[in-house]
């Protein structure tokens, strides 16, 4: 008999995990161990020959972190994922691991600060360029900007922090004409939103800080890999060139990571070379407390975007909100592109404009009183921050403006209390910035 495909929510409680493996344990257990017993030495061989599959040591992998690996890989519908220490290890290892030797990475301005600070601070020492589509509404505009060496075009699906939505499909024909992948940063949408690799993608990364987990109490990243690139195309020689750790041990054989793991490459790669000599490891209780916010994951996110929507027809009424950027606002450029993309809604995180001087534009903020000020999103709570100052602090004047971040932007992530007390939290803040 065929096994029925399960849906979203029952994958989000029950996806990787069986509890017969794990001594009929209902929840997830914490398998807090730096290492795991061997056996025995022909038992080793097996290990290291990847004829039999188990644990060594947690900084490459542990049961718990292998049960939220295996769960977003099913909530994506890809082959293989990795976990790791936070989203901005997660863009570092999969950007690394595609252009390492010298090659590019095409993309956008709108992408977060730390991101895009990454670039210049990271990527261009270690001989990795990077170049910007500014004109990024136009997928043409992409096809126009490759290099000889580009290895990846990199978006995220509902930006950070204007909430624009790029024509995804698109821009993936552009990058498979030419032979790359396109990675999407999902984080906003998540895959209850987004269904990435349905549209296009070939990898997705997470900040699993944000959304999946929803709660703010860990930091966390994940990888996940389609399975249905090539990187047998002659773009990524890395990917062939054979690997005295993977050889076949009784021919002592070296063989490629495509060789011995022909279906999820990538992901085999960065645990074994970058996640284990970079370190940046998932430690289980993250992995656990990622798996309890997932486990919610649809209930959350369709309550922010309801909640989004209410307050952002609030903010379009009043006097002192120049402007606000989110596709379910008014007259918004992305409205379109988001029915199509982003049928459930294009997320709660969204921008606005204060219209007023620049001490009550802090007046606001430090007014607010259910909201709550600090760098993150996609928390059970709402929150706010000065996002020129913060999350985009690292760009210049001209490249904040470049990518549509002015002075007056102020980030709102909405959360899952009533709504009503959010819109009457923003208008007493308003009020009081007015006597400021």
Avoid: C
Avoid at 393 to 409: H, Y
Wanted: charged share 20%; no cysteine.
């Amino acid at each position: 008999m065929s096994v029925p495909k399960l849906q979203f929510d029952t994958l989000k409680v029950r996806a990787g995990y069986d509890p017969k493996d794990h001594q009929n344990a209902i929840a997830v257990p914490i398998y807090q161990t730096a290492s795991f017993d061997l056996g025995d030495t022909a038992r080793v061989d097996r290990l290291l020959s990847f004829q039999e599959a188990g644990w060594l040591y947690t900084r490459i992998g542990n049961p718990t972190v292998d049960v939220l690996e295996r769960r977003v890989a099913a909530l994506d519908g890809g082959a293989a994922a990795i976990a790791v220490a936070s989203g901005m290890a997660a863009i570092s290892y999969t950007l690394l691991n595609l252009a390492e030797g010298g090659g590019r990475i095409l993309t956008t301005p709108r992408l977060y600060g730390g991101t895009f600070d990454a670039f210049q601070k990271v990527l261009a020492p270690l001989g990795i360029g990077v170049d910007l589509v500014e004109d990024s509404d136009k997928p043409e505009s992409f096809r126009k900007a490759l290099k000889s060496n580009t290895k990846a075009i990199l978006i995220e699906s509902i930006s950070n922090p204007n909430a624009t939505v790029l024509d995804i499909e698109a821009i993936a024909k552009v990058a498979h004409d030419f032979g790359i992948p396109l990675v999407v940063d999902n984080t906003f949408a998540t895959p209850y939103l987004f269904d990435a690799f349905g549209h296009g993608a070939d990898l997705v990364v997470y900040s699993a800080t944000k959304a999946l987990n929803g709660h703010g109490n860990t930091i966390g990243g994940v990888i996940v890999e389609s399975g249905k690139f090539n990187y047998a195309n002659g773009k990524f020689p890395q990917f062939q060139k054979p690997t005295y750790l993977l050889r076949d041990r009784p021919t002592n054989v070296e063989r490629s990571f495509l060789e011995a793991f022909p279906d999820f490459p990538l992901t085999v790669r960065i645990r074994l070379n970058y996640l284990a000599y970079l370190g940046a490891a998932l430690s289980p209780f993250d992995a656990f407390l990622i798996l309890q916010g997932i486990e919610t994951l649809s209930e959350r996110v369709g309550k922010q975007v309801a909640n989004a929507e209410r307050v952002i027809k609030f903010l379009e009424t009043h006097p002192q909100v120049a402007w606000v950027k989110h596709p379910a606002a008014k007259g918004n450029p992305y409205a379109e592109l988001a029915k199509k993309y982003l049928p459930q809604g294009a997320g709660g995180i969204f921008t606005f404009g204060f219209r007023g001087s620049d001490a009550q534009y802090n007046k606001f903020i430090d007014s607010l009183k259910v909201f709550s000020f600090h760098a993150n999103v996609g928390d059970a709570r709402s929150l706010v921050i000065n996002s020129p100052k913060t999350t985009h602090g690292e760009l210049r004047p001209a490249e904040q403006l470049t990518a549509d971040i002015p002075p007056e932007t102020i980030r709102l992530s909405i959360g899952i209390e009533d709504p009503r007390d959010l819109i009457a939290d923003l208008r007493q803040a308003f009020k009081a910035a007015l006597k400021a």
